[in-house]
């Protein structure tokens, strides 16, 4: 999490926060009252973080992640806290605005004001323990007051009336946990897991296991030892999908938190070498992080632009596979991320200039991949479920991908959910279904024609090859028979963009 450093103009305010806080620890507060002054700190802490994030269009973290930092204490009430200010964070915004209580002194600390205020309008009731307490408790009946006229003029008469008429996602979904096969085999997994937990084995996927919606395993010492890691079955899919096999030499393009590195690892089983290439310095402590915990040796990290690195470069002359899991909207996991919290999303908010950026970075990326000469395989992957940073990009790219030799195929050929049809052979893509699936992610999977055999070779090859990706190639460039899928498809596309679309807006 970021600390904020204290600026000269807020010192007082820190020193006076610092003074009250060592008041509350002396002070003969019951166990309880105690926690929950320290909650509301640690909840606007985070919450501060949250919206500035927000507002600037660039998050740090999701508040999932902020509120799982080893550094919140409690957890579980800083999380609800959290949520259910955000929920409410509207109404609240309403209330004091009427009500007009805040000068600049609680207009500096208004992400404290607004966890407190929530305390005392739909939460438990706050007792008189700090001094924004104590201010905002002095305006208690006005709040009140104020809060029954903002529900009148929505023409309801309480709160659990006006979020009825709100529909928010159903993201229960079952939780999964990969397991790191680096440490620890399935079976020795699932029988530590069954001791407390209903767990069964995944379907698809050898190496993830389930368990029922809701599990919290954060605290749990086979995360905290990397012998599983919590990662969804849509992101547990991407590093399969590419089945680099022992032995060869790997280049993750766009790797930290390294989630998607370290499962590679696993899959070559601890043979060849991985290059983890990620370009922000900032969150290579994180990938490193990642790499430790899951006991892969054979990862070499790269502070490095990926579109910089040179495929002529002797280093890479032998490099089989390039897994790009580059930066994308997160539209597929902003349920799960809790995105719908956000005053943006909840104001519906789409930023097309951010996606066209994104967009142009990725197909940049992609065709940059292509580049290197030794390729055999190449997995392109989002969790976004962005027609813009798919099945665009991917169309885009087509002929170039099929004058270096490449042809889509089809990773996980039992999966029903594929991409959208917007081109011939959008079906060799896949895609996860954020509502049935927890998370919306996008993969596409190019292979080296002349590594045909090499791929249907693979022992536990889970592909298969998509022949008449040349020709399909070729109609892309013969704009007429395209011209005339794709309107074949607008309908359909239609619908489906408004299904997307009518998602979005219930978020
Ligand atoms: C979606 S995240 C990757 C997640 C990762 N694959 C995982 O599963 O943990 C994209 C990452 O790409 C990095 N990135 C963005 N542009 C890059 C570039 N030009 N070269 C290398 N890394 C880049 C971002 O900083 C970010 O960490």
């Known amino acids: 999490m970021r600390i904020r450093k204290p600026t000269q103009k807020n010192k007082k305010n820190v020193a006076a926060a610092g003074k009250e806080e060592n008041e509350v620890k002396t002070a003969k507060l019951k166990g309880a009252e105690r926690s929950a002054y320290f ?3 640690e909840a606007a802490k985070i919450l501060r973080t949250v919206l500035e994030g927000d507002a600037n269009r660039r998050a740090l973290a999701s508040i999932k992640t902020l509120v799982y930092h080893p550094s919140v204490r409690n957890k579980k009430a800083t999380f609800a806290l959290i949520c259910q200010t955000l929920k409410h964070l509207p109404i609240i ?4 605005q009427a009500a007009s209580i805040l000068n600049t002194k609680w207009k500096k600390q208004q992400e404290l004001v607004y966890i407190i205020v929530y305390d005392i ?7 008189l323990v700090g001094d924004a307490e104590k201010y905002l408790m002095r305006h208690k009946d006005p709040l009140h007051l104020h809060l029954k006229k903002v529900l009148s003029r929505k023409n309801v008469t309480t709160v659990k ?3 009825a008429l709100q529909e928010v996602p159903d993201v229960s979904v079952p939780r999964n946990v990969r397991v790191n096969t680096l440490k620890m085999d399935v079976d020795s997994a699932l029988v530590e897991l069954q001791k407390k937990y209903s767990v069964q084995k995944d379907d698809l996927l050898p190496d993830l296991l389930v368990l029922p919606p809701g599990t919290d395993l954060h605290d749990h010492p086979l995360v905290k030892n990397g012998s599983i890691f919590l990662q969804g079955k849509a992101s547990s899919m991407v590093a399969p999908a590419l089945s680099p096999e022992p032995g060869w030499e790997v280049l993750d393009a766009c790797a930290a938190p390294g989630n998607k590195t370290v499962h590679l690892a696993a899959l070559m089983k601890r043979k060849g070498r991985i290059i983890a290439c990620e370009l922000k310095k900032e969150r290579i402590k994180r990938l490193n992080d990642t790499i430790k915990l899951s006991g892969a040796s054979n990862i070499q990290v790269l502070n490095e632009d990926f579109l910089n690195i040179n495929p002529k470069d002797p280093s890479y002359s032998k490099l089989k596979a390039i897994l790009l899991d580059p930066s994308c909207s997160g539209s597929g996991t902003a349920a799960s991320r809790l995105d719908h919290l956000l ?5 519906g908010d789409i930023d097309t200039e951010r996606l066209n950026k994104l967009a142009a970075f990725q197909r940049k990326a992609l065709q940059h991949a292509f580049l290197f000469p ?13 027609q813009i940073e798919n099945e665009d990009v991917v169309k885009s790219l087509l002929p170039i991908a099929e004058s270096y030799g490449f042809q889509l195929a089809k990773p996980f050929p039992e999966w029903q959910c594929r991409g959208l049809p917007v081109f011939e052979g959008s079906e060799n893509l896949v895609r996860t279904d954020p509502a049935k699936h927890g998370e919306g992610f996008f993969i596409a999977l190019f292979v080296k024609k002349d590594a045909n055999l090499s791929a249907r070779s693979h022992k536990n090859d889970n592909r298969t090859l998509h022949n008449s990706t040349r020709a399909r190639a070729r109609n892309v460039r013969r704009k007429i028979p395209m011209f005339i899928h794709t309107n074949m498809f607008k309908m359909w596309l239609h619908g489906q963009l408004n299904q ?3 998602w979005r807006d219930r978020r």
């Open 39 to 41: 909650a509301r700190r």
């Open 93 to 96: 915004n309403d209330v004091l």
């Open 121 to 127: 309008l739909f939460g438990q009731g706050v007792p």
């Open 161 to 163: 009336e006006l979020f």
């Open 343 to 347: 005053p943006s999303k909840a104001a």
């Open 374 to 386: 030794a390729l055999e395989r190449i997995v392109y992957s989002t969790c976004s479920i962005n």
């Open 500 to 502: 997307h679309q009518n």
